[in-house]
């Protein structure tokens, strides 16, 4: 167990609607990511939060959009879904901000599947 | 971009030593190279991490040479239990702007 919880572990939803995906972070750590894993497209970063802000940001799609409230939990809002979101989304946390280094190493919770319809 | 490629699969039987690279051409300068496993329908699990030359754990060792433009995972007398998928992680800054790249994973199986 790492430490870090997403919910739901599982969502089914339609084409053109909109879910919300939850991350609670490991205690102490300040640093919340998001990745995308589809079949064809691998592990993607998506985008970083730290402390609140956002610190880096990937390839992500404007219909999606995240936010870390002050608790440093985190959420991924995603909307008018398509077929091709169909994925495994996680959530990652980390004590620090931005790079990789010792003191940024990233636990992964067990991640959200999301099937649209 | 970082563009991260690794061997799609490889095979090998218990017992023996694996190593598997990732290419690496264009990673972010002070950063490290992590390595993950992953298995099925679980997030990747931290193996190990380092900037260059060797470093080893309990469970792995990596090797990066001195123009960083790769890096190999050696998991010495695999198991069973080992058969996953093995990712590479590093960073990368694109136009000043930093991303997290996984490399393109390698499916790894033990057999017995």
């Known amino acids: 167990d790492s430490g870090v919880t997403q919910t739901p572990k599982h969502l089914i939803t339609a084409t053109g609607q909109r879910v919300t995906l939850r991350c609670s972070p490991r205690?102490?750590?300040?640093?919340v990511y998001w990745y995308q894993q589809s079949l064809d497209q691998g592990l993607q970063f998506l985008i970083q939060?730290?402390?609140?802000?956002?610190?880096a940001k990937g390839n992500i799609l404007e219909r999606f959009s995240a936010q870390q409230f002050p608790d440093l939990h985190s959420e991924l809002n995603l909307s008018s879904l398509e077929l091709g979101d169909s994925a495994l989304y996680f959530c990652?946390?980390?004590?620090?901000?931005?790079?990789?280094?010792?003191?940024?190493?990233?636990?992964f919770g067990p991640g959200t599947r999301l099937t649209v319809l | 971009l970082a563009k991260t490629t690794q061997p799609i699969s490889m095979d090998s039987y218990e017992g023996q030593e694996v190593n598997i690279t990732c290419s690496h051409n264009n990673i972010a300068t002070n950063d490290y190279i992590t390595w993950y496993q992953q298995f099925p329908s679980q997030g990747p699990r931290f193996i190990i991490q380092?900037?260059?030359t060797k470093v080893t754990n309990e469970v792995a060792s990596l090797f990066i040479p001195a123009d960083r433009k790769s890096s190999t995972l050696s998991l010495p007398r695999v198991s069973l239990s080992d058969t996953a998928v093995y990712y590479c992680?590093?960073?990368?800054?694109?136009?000043?702007?930093?991303?997290?790249?996984f490399g393109t994973g390698t499916r790894l199986k033990v057999l017995a």
């Open positions: 992680l590093v960073g990368d800054i694109e136009s000043g702007t930093y991303k997290y790249i």
């Open positions: 205690s102490g750590d300040l640093s």
């Open positions: 990652a946390s980390s004590l620090s901000g931005q790079g990789i280094g010792i003191y940024n190493e990233q636990f």
């Open positions: 380092g900037y260059k």
């Open positions: 939060y730290y402390n609140g802000e956002e610190r």
